[in-house]
């Protein structure tokens, strides 16, 4: 891989380490700052000592990469909120008593069943100064109008910790939103909120003014909603209105990344412009002139589309990209990629933990490595041939290379994804074209009727093909279990079998060969270590009780006849390589690991003789746990979310007087026994 030789890719390998090992190890801030000046002052001294020596060694390579490793875990130090002592998360005593906080609405994040969610910026905590970022969670009945960016509010609430998931191996949304330096939230319905007239006019602020005005225009003109939401997402970045059944369509058919704004579109964006400037001659000041035009433009579309992450590393890229093209100059596709994944990361070193952002650049990196060796393969002489051909070979060069940690996150995968990508990137095109000019006459309040038409035909169509692909559904192969070491093997398996293909020399095929067996050996080692398990959980599933009791890859499921929408054991089979191989009656008595467990349902009957390590209380039960308690004393109470929780509030009290453990699924999340 002539890639990594590059020393600019070294180095921001290196920082990547950095930040990665900043965010697991959890260093001080103290130590960071010295182990900073040491590789400084080490890469200083070893600079100088090279200076004066005829030949080179790898000590300076050395240092060199130790420094950008230090800059790794200092920039992530400073960059996260939640590190920073001036973050309002160091100023509260306790997190049982309300708060008065002053805020400011900085984005808009997509609504829930119940809920209006935004991103705001913590100005004040109780009469102190500070920073830090919150989610706000405004009642959809109270709250029934959009809140403009830039809205101040003081707010007298209960400021709440992200908690984990409820139930095993979901996804942990405090988790990702902590990456984002959003370390609490807070529900606003009942809550003391003084909204204040002045709103806070910055860049955030002119760039929704500007996005609504485009958008309010386009309603006028009568765009349909449906469509209008979707050009929305592709045009300026904004998904939070489009319905979850068209984003399940998108992912469905192996079209998601459309509706996120990235490479793709900035790429087309850049060829678009170029292609209006065509005209101009080719001198060295027209050069300029374009290369002017063009970064406005990419920089002017980032600010509409809200400076999102997505949206900055795609301009970022593309920016680096066109300054190459315009001025002349001969740039390695890898180094500018290196550049902007260093200099994005170095502002921003959250992004890194961002899914999206992974994805983005293992494509572009992909793209630019994999497509020139399958076009190599086969040129079409026909132009609409080779149009085609470019639109597959980028596509399979992309879905490739994200494929493993696609399936990672997902643990899916859409096999319709080259016809999907076939089918929509000419469409997409003229969408983009269109679309954009449509934009550029709505900024001057003009709605040319033929243009809307066009262009929400043209969606309308994009999503009926969509709808249409996604619908066989027998081509998604979803519920695929991979493990973070199966990932990294997975893709030194793809690694070592393209260098095999560029260049078959015996050392590479021997490469293929031990990467197949070291990938084989984490998913035998994987399996194994799965049948050495077993446990007995009750999950947390509303107005229903759920059981598992796993033996190795098998799972025997206890459950209610009822269905349980979102059922949480299809991500806890997937991620125990499992598969449920009865579903019984929930009992009144088990035998599980050498321990009794009583189960007292809606009817009240329990085994009075029977003493119980543990008694799990489901339905509501109408019982007097203190008479329970007389004549069969567990050694922990279990209240599923099943209950009432007026009941399992009463039951906690009875058991915390008993001395007896008490464990609230609502509350806690779900109880794990194990062997």
Same mark, same amino acid.
């Given at each position: 891989?002539?890639?990594?030789?590059?020393?600019?890719?070294?180095?921001?390998?290196?920082?990547?380490?950095?930040?990665?090992?900043?965010?697991?190890?959890?260093?001080?801030?103290?130590?960071?700052?010295?182990?900073?000046?040491?590789?400084?002052?080490?890469?200083?001294?070893?600079?100088?000592? =090279?200076?004066?020596?005829?030949?080179?060694?790898?000590?300076?390579?050395?240092?060199?990469?130790?420094?950008?490793?230090?800059?790794?875990?200092?920039?992530?130090?400073?960059?996260?909120?939640?590190?920073?002592?001036?973050?309002?998360?160091?100023?509260?005593?306790?997190?049982?008593?309300?708060?008065?906080?002053?805020?400011?609405?900085?984005?808009?994040?997509?609504?829930?069943?119940?809920?209006?969610?935004?991103?705001?910026?913590?100005?004040?905590?109780?009469?102190?100064?500070?920073?830090?970022?919150?989610?706000?969670?405004?009642?959809?009945?109270?709250?029934?109008?959009?809140?403009?960016?830039?809205?101040?509010?003081?707010?007298?609430?209960?400021?709440?910790? %992200?908690?984990?998931?409820?139930?095993?191996?979901?996804?942990?949304?405090?988790?990702?939103?902590?990456?984002?330096?959003?370390?609490?939230?807070?529900?606003?319905?009942?809550?003391?909120?003084?909204?204040?007239?002045?709103?806070?006019?910055?860049?955030?602020?002119?760039?929704?003014?500007?996005?609504?005005?485009?958008?309010?225009?386009?309603?006028?003109?009568?765009?349909?909603?449906?469509?209008?939401?979707?050009?929305?997402?592709?045009?300026?970045?904004?998904?939070?209105?489009?319905?979850?059944?068209?984003?399940?369509?998108?992912?469905?058919?192996?079209?998601?990344?459309?509706?996120?704004?990235?490479?793709?579109?900035?790429?087309?964006?850049?060829?678009? &412009?170029?292609?209006?400037?065509?005209?101009?001659?080719?001198?060295?000041?027209?050069?300029?002139?374009?290369?002017?035009?063009?970064?406005?433009?990419?920089?002017?579309?980032?600010?509409?589309?809200?400076?999102?992450?997505?949206?900055?590393?795609?301009?970022?890229?593309?920016?680096?990209? =066109?300054?190459?093209?315009?001025?002349?100059?001969?740039?390695?596709?890898?180094?500018?990629?290196?550049?902007?994944?260093?200099?994005?990361?170095?502002?921003?070193?959250?992004?890194?933990?961002?899914?999206?952002?992974?994805?983005?650049?293992?494509?572009?990196?992909?793209?630019?490595?994999?497509?020139?060796?399958?076009?190599?393969?086969?040129?079409?002489?026909?132009?609409?041939?080779?149009?085609?051909?470019?639109?597959?070979?980028?596509?399979?060069?992309?879905?490739?290379?994200?494929?493993?940690?696609?399936?990672?996150?997902?643990?899916?995968?859409?096999?319709?994804?080259?016809?999907?990508?076939?089918?929509?990137?000419?469409?997409?095109?003229?969408?983009? =074209?269109?679309?954009?000019?449509?934009?550029?006459?709505?900024?001057?309040?003009?709605?040319?009727?033929?243009?809307?038409?066009?262009?929400?035909?043209?969606?309308?169509?994009?999503?009926?093909?969509?709808?249409?692909?996604?619908?066989?559904?027998?081509?998604?192969?979803?519920?695929?279990?991979?493990?973070?070491?199966?990932?990294?093997?997975?893709?030194?398996?793809?690694?070592?079998?393209?260098?095999?293909?560029?260049?078959?020399?015996?050392?590479?095929?021997?490469?293929?060969?031990?990467?197949?067996?070291?990938?084989?050996?984490?998913?035998?080692? /994987?399996?194994?270590? &799965?049948?050495?398990?077993?446990?007995?959980?009750?999950?947390?599933?509303?107005?229903?009780?759920?059981?598992?009791?796993?033996?190795?890859?098998?799972?025997?499921?206890?459950?209610?006849?009822?269905?349980?929408?979102?059922?949480?054991?299809?991500?806890?089979?997937?991620?125990?390589?499992?598969?449920?191989?009865?579903?019984?009656?929930?009992?009144?008595?088990?035998?599980?690991?050498?321990?009794?467990?009583? &189960?007292?349902? /809606?009817?009240?009957?329990?085994?009075?003789?029977?003493?119980?390590?543990?008694?799990?209380?489901?339905?509501?039960?109408?019982?007097?746990?203190?008479?329970?308690?007389?004549?069969?004393?567990?050694?922990?109470?279990?209240?599923?979310? /099943?209950?009432?929780?007026?009941?399992?509030?009463?039951?906690?009290?009875?058991?915390?007087?008993?001395?007896?453990?008490? %464990?609230?699924?609502?509350?806690?999340?779900?109880?794990?026994?194990?062997?």
């Amino acid at each position: 891989m002539n890639a990594i030789q590059f020393p600019i890719s070294r180095v921001t390998i290196a920082f990547i380490f950095g930040i990665l090992f900043a965010n697991f190890v959890k260093i001080e801030s103290i130590w960071a700052t010295l182990l900073i000046a040491i590789s400084f002052i080490l890469f200083c001294c070893i600079y100088f000592w =090279a200076q004066k020596q005829f030949t080179q060694n790898n000590l300076f390579g050395f240092s060199t990469y130790f420094l950008s490793f230090s800059i790794g875990i200092f920039s992530l130090i400073i960059h996260s909120g939640w590190n920073q002592k001036g973050n309002y998360i160091y100023h509260i005593q306790s997190f049982e008593q309300p708060h008065e906080i002053e805020v400011v609405v900085r984005e808009k994040l997509k609504t829930t069943s119940f809920s209006q969610r935004y991103i705001a910026i913590v100005k004040r905590i109780d009469t102190k100064d500070c920073s830090g970022k919150i989610l706000l969670n405004f009642n959809r009945k109270s709250f029934q109008n959009d809140i403009r960016i830039g809205t101040q509010f003081k707010i007298l609430t209960t400021l709440i910790r %992200h908690q984990p998931p409820l139930n095993p191996n979901q996804f942990d949304y405090g988790k990702y939103l902590t990456t984002k330096s959003i370390v609490t939230q807070c529900y606003l319905d009942g809550a003391t909120i003084q909204m204040h007239k002045d709103l806070i006019k910055d860049a955030f602020y002119y760039s929704d003014v500007l996005r609504s005005k485009l958008l309010k225009n386009l309603q006028k003109a009568h765009f349909r909603s449906t469509e209008l939401n979707v050009l929305a997402a592709l045009i300026l970045g904004q998904q939070q209105d489009i319905s979850q059944d068209i984003v399940y369509d998108y992912q469905m058919a192996g079209a998601i990344h459309i509706l996120s704004v990235s490479g793709l579109h900035v790429g087309f964006i850049v060829l678009f &412009i170029g292609f209006l400037l065509k005209l101009l001659p080719k001198t060295k000041w027209s050069n300029y002139f374009k290369l002017a035009i063009i970064l406005i433009s990419l920089w002017g579309f980032a600010f509409i589309a809200g400076l999102s992450p997505s949206v900055i590393r795609s301009v970022t890229m593309f920016s680096f990209i =066109a300054i190459g093209m315009n001025l002349k100059r001969k740039t390695n596709a890898f180094h500018t990629l290196f550049v902007s994944l260093l200099l994005i990361l170095l502002f921003e070193p959250s992004f890194l933990f961002d899914v999206g952002f992974q994805l983005s650049y293992l494509a572009l990196f992909f793209i630019l490595w994999l497509q020139p060796l399958f076009l190599s393969i086969w040129q079409p002489e026909n132009k609409i041939t080779g149009y085609f051909w470019n639109i597959l070979t980028v596509s399979f060069a992309a879905q490739l290379g994200t494929l493993p940690l696609s399936i990672y996150y997902f643990h899916q995968f859409p096999g319709l994804f080259f016809v999907t990508n076939l089918i929509v990137i000419p469409f997409l095109n003229g969408i983009m =074209a269109l679309g954009l000019v449509l934009m550029a006459f709505s900024l001057f309040d003009i709605s040319p009727l033929f243009l809307v038409n066009t262009v929400e035909k043209l969606i309308a169509v994009l999503n009926l093909i969509i709808n249409k692909v996604a619908s066989f559904d027998q081509f998604v192969f979803t519920g695929i279990p991979l493990n973070a070491w199966m990932v990294f093997t997975l893709y030194l398996v793809l690694i070592a079998f393209v260098l095999c293909f560029s260049k078959p020399v015996f050392k590479r095929f021997v490469f293929v060969f031990l990467t197949i067996i070291l990938l084989q050996s984490c998913y035998f080692y /994987s399996r194994w270590e &799965i049948q050495s398990q077993k446990e007995w959980i009750v999950f947390n599933v509303k107005k229903t009780t759920l059981i598992a009791e796993r033996n190795g890859n098998k799972v025997n499921l206890f459950k209610d006849n009822n269905s349980i929408k979102n059922n949480p054991i299809e991500p806890y089979l997937v991620a125990n390589f499992s598969k449920v191989i009865n579903e019984k009656k929930i009992p009144k008595l088990m035998f599980v690991f050498n321990k009794k467990i009583v &189960i007292i349902d /809606s009817l009240g009957m329990y085994p009075r003789n029977v003493q119980p390590d543990i008694m799990l209380l489901r339905q509501s039960p109408r019982i007097n746990l203190n008479r329970v308690f007389k004549t069969c004393k567990p050694k922990l109470v279990i209240a599923d979310a /099943s209950n009432y929780k007026s009941y399992s509030a009463l039951w906690k009290s009875t058991c915390i007087k008993e001395k007896i453990p008490f %464990h609230n699924t609502y509350e806690k999340g779900f109880y794990k026994l194990e062997k």
